[in-house]
T-cell receptor, first 114, second 113 residues
Framework: NAGVMQNPRHLVRRRGQEARLRCSPM?????VYWYRQLPEEGLKFMVY????????ESGMPKERFSAEFPKEGPSILRIQQVVRGDSAAYFC????????????FGSGTRLTVV | DAKTTQPTSMDCAEGRAANLPCNHS???????VYWYRQIHSQGPQYIIH???NNETNEMASLIITEDRKSSTLILPHATLRDTAVYYC??????????????FGKGTKLSVKP
């Protein structure tokens, strides 16, 4: 039973390019959460999705960032026109029953903007 | 923001019990206490959670005071691999979007040989 799969593990983008981060939840999990961790800082909630629905995007920057969780396929976190300040580790978590039994986190994608 | 207070850091000798405290004095009746940890640069790992009864699993024990205003995570025999940042999180069964995990700064536990 594979855990939460995130890819790529490392992503390097030049300023102005687009970054696409993928997250496949654990089998049977229909709730997905994205968190961002800046260097030497804590985890910050970004967005919570269920299949085809954004439930809570209160932590998402207003511009350049978007997320989706389509009916088929992984959840995607998309960052357009990346800037150096977007360099961070992005973690995805999944859960069943809205996480009452805990979230399972992936290993993260380390985004470096050069 | 997180509604918990934890010490910034703690040390523990290898093989001894690590007792990590957490204050959550404003916890309400339907809120659970969750513990996660993050080993350097890895994804956070769920440890345990509870409502009002003490809980134990293969990783740790969770002791919640009778008034539920504080709790203690116990790692019974700490090893070097338990060195990590430990997060105590209060989360309710609200439904909808209000039950997201909000991480604070946590306690950095250093297990020393």
């Amino acid at each position: 039973n594979a855990g939460v799969m995130q890819n790529p593990r490392h992503l390097v983008r030049r300023r102005g390019q687009e970054a696409r981060l993928r997250c496949s939840p654990m089998k049977g999990h229909s709730h997905v959460y994205w968190y961002r961790q800046l260097p030497e800082e804590g985890l910050k909630f970004m967005v919570y999705l269920q299949k085809e629905n954004i439930i809570d995007e209160s932590g998402m920057p207003k511009e350049r960032f978007s997320a989706e969780f389509p009916k088929e396929g992984p959840s995607i976190l998309r960052i357009q026109q990346v800037v150096r300040g977007d360099s961070a580790a992005y973690f995805c978590a999944s859960s069943s029953r809205q996480g009452l039994d805990g979230y399972t986190f992936g290993s993260g994608t380390r985004l470096t903007v050069v | 923001d997180a509604k918990t207070t934890q010490p910034t850091s703690m040390d523990c000798a290898e093989g001894r019990a690590a007792n990590l405290p957490c204050n959550h004095s404003t916890i309400s009746g339907n809120e659970y206490v969750y513990w996660y940890r993050q080993i350097h640069s890895q994804g956070p790992q769920y440890i345990i959670h509870g409502l009002k009864n003490n809980e134990t699993n293969e990783m740790a024990s969770l002791i919640i005071t009778e008034d539920r205003k504080s709790s203690t995570l116990i790692l019974p025999h700490a090893t070097l691999r338990d060195t990590a940042v430990y997060y105590c999180i209060v989360r309710g069964d609200y439904g909808g979007s209000q039950g997201n995990l909000i991480f604070g700064k946590g306690t950095k536990l250093s297990v020393k040989p």
